[in-house]
């Protein structure tokens, strides 16, 4: 019987499946082209194997491949990351077109390990390293399948219990890797060119800026603190100081400009920043922004290494945050920052007005300032004004040229870059020195894990003024206007229909499905605190917990041991099963013999004899059969004559028929 090296239909449909759960968590990373193309090949593939449809000729493959080549160049037009995951899935799924016998999908199978390792370029939680997971099973079992010929459902069942023994018995020494071989970084730290799927607090903020990211649910950062959490209307998460209007988007001036980096640093913040009362310490696990501010309570007196502080307490650092990143911050919430006096450039730069913008606004605010006398006053009227008069909203007006006139005298409705920005306007109208912030204000407490979660639909804008013997004073005109925003979070603050269009909409409508919610992100939150980001220092405390000050050796010679243990572990099963059924040495070699000559395509019959299945061997492969014959001899005169027999020859007879088998061609 000659062995067959087509591929079978069970072999090659698990190999789509495995395809199609590999491919299906990256289509948001790959043009949509591709997608298309890798999900019409695979069903391509499988119309092919019931019959339906033909292979394609050898210039159409060429054609395909070039045209694919083609638009991955017209596509990403550089060596990025996202061209090369690209490449690689086009690779694996063009394969299909020439997919014919097992060497074929065993090749492919092998291709879809290191496309599996691409996902975990793109998601590091939980759910993603358990979906990986399912991939790794899925193709391993195509391996199996294949290796075997096809087969029944049982060889499949029988294939995915044998891999999942072997991922049970890997996982004791996954771990004791894990936690002692030596922490050099990884390829999931790689940065990726994800900027365009990345929302959040920008550089520059205009009317509807803010309104719009109330739609995403998306996590911003995640905060736990040592202690207690601080009151709602002291969770002002600051990011930015936008400092220059041009009459309708407000950006950062050079002197507050964190892209800038060394030139912004403010080095001698420590002798403008007065702190009392209470002291709050924690630590923030943010999302990727592709940005490299940070966000921190103010005033943040003491933060992780390599994070500076600019001009406007903004925290920033030199590398972009492309991966998720922890650090930790001390803040003081009470605080007077710059009260002896800020620079002439500062003060010009917190009076800057554009020419021929809102007339309206700047003669009133001449006039109110005349007639209040002081800024406190001042401030205090501006409040007072919108307190009854606006309205908080998601959906304002399009405001024109003359926004901030126009916002005050006739629409009165907006959201909070709207209430912060004509503020700061008003101000610097009446000759004080006044800024916007952006960042996040709030969050939600989780009630499994105890942290805080701060989404994209906490994005808020408020002010600054500078003020005699103060310094700079938060005012945020939003709370004159919807207090609820800030002290119970922007859900009430909206009413019913405004609610709705918030992105976490659902979560207020069922119950169960947030509960869920909160327990996953919980669950996420553990994975990235104790595995994601194990790096070299916890690593270091966590050996020193372990081993205490012990000498590299010693720690040497104990992991030595561990692994040990479970090597010996792990084998005592089996060694116990093979001492309680253990056959006869001679038996031993005939049985592994016909095991190596099955895997050749020789199955020995039941019932069939030792020389009868040596002459059938015989008769379709000489060469083969001679060795076959030889230790089919052997074995019947021990066995049946209970001669001696040289057991050596036995062995060297079987080992050069295993070794037939594995230099058989696998084609």
């Not at 009133?364 to 309205?391: C, D, V, Y």
């Amino acid at each position: 019987m000659k062995v067959s090296f087509s591929l079978s239909v069970k072999a090659l449909r698990w190999l789509l499946l495995s395809q199609l759960f590999i491919v299906a968590p990256l289509v948001l990373q790959l043009p949509i082209w591709l997608t298309i193309l890798a999900f019409a090949l695979i069903v391509w593939r499988f119309q092919l194997s019931r019959g339906l449809w033909y292979y394609p000729g050898r210039w159409l493959k060429v054609l395909v491949a070039v045209a694919v080549t083609a638009g991955l160049a017209a596509t990403f037009r550089s060596f990025a990351m996202d061209a090369m995951v690209s490449l690689l899935v086009a690779g694996f799924v063009l394969k299909l077109t020439e997919l014919r016998t097992r060497s074929d999908a065993c090749l492919l199978s092998y291709l879809g390990y290191f496309v599996i390792g691409t996902q975990l370029l793109y998601t590091s939680g939980i759910i993603g390293a358990f979906y990986a997971l399912v991939c790794v099973l899925l193709v391993s079992v195509t391996v199996m399948v294949n290796h075997a010929g096809g087969g029944n459902a049982t060889v499949a069942l029988r294939s995915l219990r044998t891999i999942t023994i072997m991922l049970m018995q890997a996982t004791p020494f996954m771990l004791v890797l894990f936690f002692v071989v030596p922490r050099v970084g990884s390829l999931w730290t790689v940065p990726l060119n994800n900027a365009a799927g990345t929302t959040g607090v920008s550089s520059s903020m205009s009317p509807g800026d803010f309104s719009s990211l109330m739609e995403s649910s998306d996590v911003a950062f995640r905060a736990t603190f040592e202690d207690e959490i601080p009151e709602p209307r002291q969770l002002y998460w600051r990011a930015l100081v936008l400092d220059h209007f041009d009459g309708r988007t407000w950006t950062q001036s050079n002197p507050q400009d964190v892209k800038a980096r060394g030139y912004v640093r403010w080095r001698d913040w420590q002798s403008q920043i007065e702190v009392s009362d209470k002291r709050y310490d924690y630590e923030i696990l943010l999302e990727p922004t592709d940005e490299n501010w940070l966000y921190a309570l103010a005033a943040p007196t003491e933060f992780s290494r390599d994070v500076w502080m600019s001009r406007g307490m903004t925290l920033y650092q030199k590398n972009l945050v492309s991966q998720r990143q922890q650090y930790t911050v001390s803040s003081y919430p009470s605080y007077t920052v710059q009260a002896e006096g800020i620079s002439d450039y500062l003060q010009r730069s917190s009076l800057q007005l554009p020419r021929n913008f809102n007339p309206y606004t700047r003669q009133l605010a001449k006039s109110w300032m005349a007639e209040a006398g002081s800024p406190e006053a001042l401030i205090q009227r501006f409040l007072t004004f919108i307190e009854n008069r606006f309205h908080y909203t998601l959906q304002p007006s399009v405001l024109g040229k003359h926004s901030i006139d126009e916002f005050l005298t006739d629409t009165r409705a907006g959201f909070c870059e709207h209430f912060a920005g004509s503020f700061v306007f008003f101000m610097r109208a009446a000759g004080i020195p006044a800024r916007v912030v952006v960042g996040y204000q709030g969050g939600k407490v989780n009630p499994v894990q105890g942290y805080l979660t701060v989404r994209q639909l906490d994005a808020h804008a408020w002010a600054e003024v500078w003020l005699e013997a103060k310094g700079w004073v938060r005012v945020d005109p939003t709370f004159a206007v919807a207090p609820e925003r800030i002290d119970r979070g922007v859900e009430f603050s909206l009413g019913n229909a405004g609610s709705q269009l918030l992105g976490d909409a659902w979560s207020r409508r069922f119950y169960v499905l947030a509960n869920l919610r909160d327990r996953l992100d919980a669950f996420n939150y553990r994975w990235h605190i104790w595995v994601m980001n194990y790096d070299g220092e916890q690593q270091k405390a966590f050996m020193q917990r372990i081993f205490g000050d012990s000498a590299p050796w010693r720690i040497v010679v104990w992991v030595s041991g561990i692994f040990a243990l479970i090597i010996a572990v792990l084998m005592l099963p089996g060694v116990w099963r093979k001492s309680r059924n253990r056959q006869p040495l001679i038996h031993r070699l005939y049985l592994r013999m016909c095991r190596y000559l099955s895997a050749l395509g020789y199955q020995r019959h039941v019932g069939e004899g030792a020389r009868d299945f040596a002459l059938r061997v015989s008769r379709d492969n000489h060469e083969l059969g001679a060795l076959v014959l030889e230790a089919s001899d052997l074995f019947e005169r021990h066995v049946y004559q209970n001669q001696p027999i040289s057991i050596p020859r036995l062995r060297l007879l079987v080992h050069k028929i295993k070794a037939r088998r594995l230099l058989s061609p696998f084609r």
